[in-house]
């Protein structure tokens, strides 16, 4: 396979958009890969949450691989408010409903949630000193820290940091000295991430 084609399939599963024989044919190839093949998937993994949260892409995709995308966007099924205000849905500051998780000062606002992709996207608040117990990944999940402070693995990050986690990766406690708001956009297994 040719260096333009992985790359192309590493940048349709970094955005979830490879069918199911293209998603096979890529996860053999990735457990074979040697180790800058597997860097340069990370590379996309980063690049698509980064894309996320920010106007500005960091590289244009070919036509082709734009083609596939934004087919995938307009077959996606849409609720009927959606449908309503056409390719849109809106939720505003004060919108939406904020749940308290069984975890002491933490709740979570459902954002967006694709099944037939299996990606969901939620807002997770933490007031001062809460803490989330060690949990398993079973899916990815990128995490944006909006506002405040978070440690995850050990590690401190505030508004503007971003931190990712592989599929079958296991999260030790994370916790928030001060509070913070952060965006997550996991898989969505349930309410497994």
């Known amino acids: 396979m040719s260096q333009e084609q992985t790359s192309e399939l590493a940048a349709l599963n970094a955005v979830g958009a490879l069918d199911p024989d293209e998603a096979a044919t890529f996860a053999a190839l990735l457990a074979t890969a040697n180790a800058e093949t597997k860097a340069g998937v990370a590379r996309f993994l980063d690049a698509a949450a980064l894309v996320a949260v920010s106007k500005s892409p960091a590289w ?6 734009k083609g ?8 996606a099924p849409r609720s009927s ?6 390719k849109f849905y809106f939720i505003e500051r004060d919108e939406g409903e904020w749940k308290s998780l069984p975890v002491p000062g933490v709740r979570v606002k459902e ?5 037939r992709r299996g990606f969901s996207m ?5 007031a001062p000193g809460a803490r989330l117990p060690k949990h398993h990944h079973f899916g990815p999940e990128g995490c944006f820290v909006l506002s405040g402070d978070c440690c995850l ?11 990712y986690a592989e599929t ?3 999260h030790g406690e994370s916790f928030s000295e001060n509070g913070c708001l952060l965006l997550v956009m996991a898989a969505s ?3 497994k991430h």
């Open 81 to 86: 408010a959606a449908q309503s205000l056409s």
């Open 153 to 163: 693995e050990g590690r401190d990050f505030h508004g503007g940091d971003f931190h």
């Open 111 to 115: 954002l967006a949630v694709d099944g």
């Open 60 to 65: 244009k995709p070919s036509a082709s691989l």
């Open 189 to 191: 297994d349930g309410d």
């Open 122 to 126: 939620k807002l997770y608040e933490l």
């Open 68 to 75: 596939k995308i934004l087919a995938l966007i307009d077959a």
């Open 168 to 170: 079958d990766s296991d």
